[in-house]
């Protein structure tokens, strides 16, 4: 048994094509490498044993071989390991545990030694990221959404004020917060209380845009009411009517609302500065989408400290299999100081 396990240890080495360099160094520290779990920009993640106890946990090894990303994430790791436990219980919940941070003798490699979690489920993921996956629209969002008219209400809202022709046009000085509520709300009554809204006066007009090709019944009523009110909106203005200024208004509601069905509801997208802490979530959709409640909280707590979230994504949130809780796995490049 014990050479069939090396020789599988072997195969791993050479068919599934792990680095000997980290082999090298997880062997160094009294670990062995099980599998290969992924692949990011500074560093590789397996799963790794202990040979004496069996107990497995993550290691991520990072490379001092060019780049910053060594010296970053030893910081912010290192800040982690140190600091976790001193955070409120609902924030450091959603941290990644870091047991323990290792230089090979040689300072090439840095080994992260965390606990091990599970995957994510995509159907949660695809909620909170705007990510390019695939995951796209879903019939579970939509259900949720829609059930829910705060939630409608302020996905109207977001796409009033994406409206470039309602910012820069209404009277030349844009809509009044006042308004935008008045419209809004304009729009929800219209959309609630009539299931057939009626086709725009001006669908010659959208009946170009090309990109509106995912979408539901609902969504298209949804559409229909956003653009009826915006058109009312913008016939005081004298060039109104000009087919441009009434294409423009309306693409701008299409790809809004296409940014809501298929990318994200909730505000965190991926990159550096996506996410306005201050702003925060809205609070009828994060209803609507309880299980991101504990990540938004957690991105607010560090914004609130001076750091802020800069590489957040599908790749970096995992789940804690005992109690479905979503984690923040990937700190290298989220706890960097302002």
Same mark, same amino acid.
């Given at each position: 048994?014990?050479?069939?396990?090396?020789?599988?240890?072997?195969?791993?080495?050479?068919?599934?094509?792990?680095?000997?360099?980290?082999?090298?160094?997880?062997?160094?520290?009294?670990?062995?490498?099980?599998?290969?779990?992924?692949?990011?920009?500074?560093?590789?993640?397996?799963?790794?044993? *202990?040979?004496?106890?069996?107990?497995?946990?993550?290691?991520?090894?990072?490379?001092?071989?060019?780049? #910053?990303?060594?010296?970053?994430?030893?910081? /912010?790791? /290192?800040?982690?390991?140190?600091?976790?436990?001193?955070?409120?219980?609902?924030?450091?919940?959603?941290?990644?545990?870091?047991?323990?941070?290792?230089?090979?003798?040689?300072?090439?490699?840095?080994?992260?030694?965390?606990?091990?979690?599970?995957?994510?489920?995509? #159907?949660?993921?695809?909620?909170?990221?705007?990510?390019? =996956?695939?995951?796209?629209? =879903?019939? @579970?969002?939509?259900?949720?959404?829609?059930?829910?008219?705060?939630?409608?209400?302020?996905?109207? &809202?977001?796409?009033?004020?994406?409206?470039?022709?309602?910012?820069?046009?209404? &009277?030349?000085?844009?809509?009044?917060?006042?308004?935008?509520?008045?419209?809004?709300? *304009?729009?929800?009554?219209?959309?609630? =209380?009539?299931?057939?809204?009626?086709?725009?006066?001006?669908?010659?007009?959208?009946?170009?845009?090309?990109?509106?090709?995912? =979408?539901?019944?609902?969504?298209?009523?949804?559409?229909?009411?956003?653009?009826?009110?915006?058109?009312?909106?913008?016939?005081?203005?004298?060039?109104?009517?000009?087919?441009?200024?009434?294409?423009?208004?309306?693409?701008?509601?299409?790809?809004?609302?296409?940014? *809501?069905?298929?990318?994200?509801?909730?505000?965190?997208?991926?990159?550096?500065?996506?996410?306005?802490?201050?702003?925060?979530?809205?609070?009828?959709?994060?209803?609507?989408?309880?299980?991101? @409640?504990?990540?938004? *909280?957690?991105?607010?707590?560090?914004?609130?400290?001076?750091?802020?979230?800069?590489?957040?994504?599908?790749?970096?949130?995992?789940?804690?299999?005992?109690?479905?809780?979503?984690?923040?796995?990937?700190?290298?490049?989220?706890?960097?100081?302002?």
């Amino acid at each position: 048994m014990k050479l069939l396990l090396e020789n599988w240890r072997e195969y791993l080495k050479e068919e599934v094509g792990l680095d000997p360099a980290h082999t090298t160094a997880i062997e160094s520290i009294g670990l062995i490498i099980n599998k290969k779990l992924g692949k990011g920009k500074f560093g590789t993640v397996y799963e790794v044993e *202990n040979k004496e106890t069996g107990q497995r946990f993550a290691a991520k090894v990072v490379s001092n071989l060019g780049g #910053s990303g060594y010296h970053e994430e030893e910081k /912010n790791y /290192n800040w982690i390991m140190k600091n976790r436990d001193k955070l409120p219980d609902e924030i450091k919940q959603h941290l990644v545990e870091v047991y323990e941070i290792t230089k090979t003798e040689d300072k090439l490699y840095l080994v992260i030694l965390m606990e091990q979690l599970a995957t994510a489920p995509k #159907s949660v993921l695809g909620q909170i990221f705007a990510h390019g =996956s695939g995951m796209g629209y =879903s019939e @579970e969002k939509e259900e949720r959404i829609f059930k829910d008219p705060e939630a409608i209400y302020e996905i109207i &809202n977001d796409v009033l004020k994406a409206n470039n022709m309602l910012r820069d046009m209404r &009277n030349f000085r844009g809509l009044s917060n006042t308004d935008r509520t008045k419209a809004a709300n *304009n729009i929800l009554g219209a959309f609630l =209380s009539d299931q057939e809204v009626p086709e725009s006066s001006i669908k010659h007009v959208y009946t170009m845009l090309t990109t509106y090709d995912v =979408s539901t019944p609902r969504w298209k009523r949804l559409f229909n009411a956003i653009l009826n009110e915006v058109e009312k909106l913008l016939q005081p203005h004298p060039k109104a009517g000009h087919r441009a200024i009434l294409w423009a208004a309306a693409t701008s509601i299409e790809e809004s609302l296409q940014h *809501n069905m298929n990318k994200h509801i909730i505000p965190v997208k991926y990159g550096a500065g996506s996410y306005d802490p201050q702003r925060g979530a809205p609070p009828a959709t994060t209803a609507v989408f309880p299980e991101t @409640e504990g990540i938004l *909280n957690t991105i607010e707590h560090f914004a609130k400290m001076g750091w802020r979230a800069k590489d957040l994504h599908t790749g970096n949130i995992m789940m804690r299999a005992d109690t479905n809780q979503l984690v923040i796995t990937d700190v290298g490049l989220f706890v960097v100081e302002r």
